[in-house]
């Protein structure tokens, strides 16, 4: 099948055209069909995921993300409504979806496992109408996301600024969410900094949540984590306990398997500030956290085991 690429120009830490270039080679030297379209300031990404999955329906192709995870979402979005296998092709900070799917972050590496991939099927999420592949909260997370962007729009993208620039707004202070949360038998009132559902099966490892094993196992859990209020304090030694891989043994922290959540705000508002896969959105409350009633088609060469991270 041919390849419709969607790159983002700005993702990633290399040379985005030297990236391009080492892509291309590889599929010429393979004899393989394939297209770029690019995301640049005058090409919205909207519009270019739109014209690429237009090509590669009318190909018969793969559409295929080559970015970080805020691509990679809107491609995987765009590939699942219109049921179009897809392909990743990591140059993002943390690439969780690439590495929980065992797909290298040097280009020519995972263009190779793309040209030797075969579909299969992969668990997504949704809260409310937008997917998401690796992660979706309420609360404090999205405001963390924003203060990371703005960092490293001045320090450069990389995971150490990621850290400190979350630190930072952690310290500053935040107001707690006021939520109930219902999972259709038994709804409770909640007051919390955060409300954070994963869909990663290495994320969750990575923090220590005992709850990356049901969503390793592909079959509509999702795992959802809620901190009780605390003081700074507090919040930091959490934060430490996170970058260590314990954060399923805090006291502060409560994480749990479920299938579906509903997450009301206490106080009517007309929007509620959501990040889902480091991206923010404003959507319409009721919040509905859910696994995809299908999966998406992913076009890769191998599958990641428990405790594996090829980095």
Not at 264 to 287: F, N, Q, S, Y
């Amino acid at each position: 099948m041919p390849f419709a690429i969607v790159m983002n120009a700005g993702s990633g830490r290399g040379d985005t055209e030297q990236a391009r270039e080492a892509i291309r080679a590889t599929l010429d030297a393979a004899g393989r069909a394939h297209k770029f379209f690019l995301i640049d300031e005058a090409h919205p990404i909207r519009d270019v995921v739109a014209e690429a999955a237009a090509h590669a329906k009318k190909e018969g192709g793969v559409l295929v993300a080559s970015g970080g995870d805020g691509t990679i979402n809107c491609v995987a979005g765009t590939a699942w409504r219109e049921q179009i296998p897809m392909g990743v092709l990591p140059q993002g900070t943390f690439n969780f979806f690439g590495r929980s799917h065992n797909i290298p972050a040097d280009p020519v590496a995972a263009t190779e496992g793309l040209l030797r991939g075969t579909p299969r099927n992969v668990q997504v999420g949704m809260v409310n109408d937008r997917l998401f592949l690796v992660n979706g909260s309420l609360g404090l997370y999205p405001q963390v996301l924003e203060d990371r962007e703005a960092w490293k729009q001045r320090f450069g993208r990389h995971r150490l600024v990621a850290l400190w620039s979350g630190l930072a707004t952690m310290m500053r202070g935040y107001r707690p969410l006021r939520i109930e949360v219902s999972d259709g038998t038994q709804a409770r009132q909640l007051r919390t900094p955060t409300l954070f559902v994963g869909n990663n099966a290495l994320q969750l490892e990575i923090i220590g949540l005992p709850e990356a094993e049901h969503v390793f196992r592909n079959d509509g859990t999702l795992a959802g984590l809620v901190l009780k209020p605390m003081g700074r304090l507090t919040m930091l030694g959490l934060i430490l306990r996170g970058a260590l891989g314990r954060l399923g043994d805090a006291e502060n922290a409560v994480s749990f398997p479920f299938r579906d959540i509903t997450v009301t705000p206490r106080h009517h508002r007309r929007k509620m500030k959501v990040a889902v896969d480091g991206e923010i959105e404003w959507l319409d409350p009721p919040i509905v956290f859910r696994a995809a009633p299908r999966p998406l088609v992913l076009v890769t060469d191998g599958e990641r085991k428990p405790g594996e991270d090829p980095g």
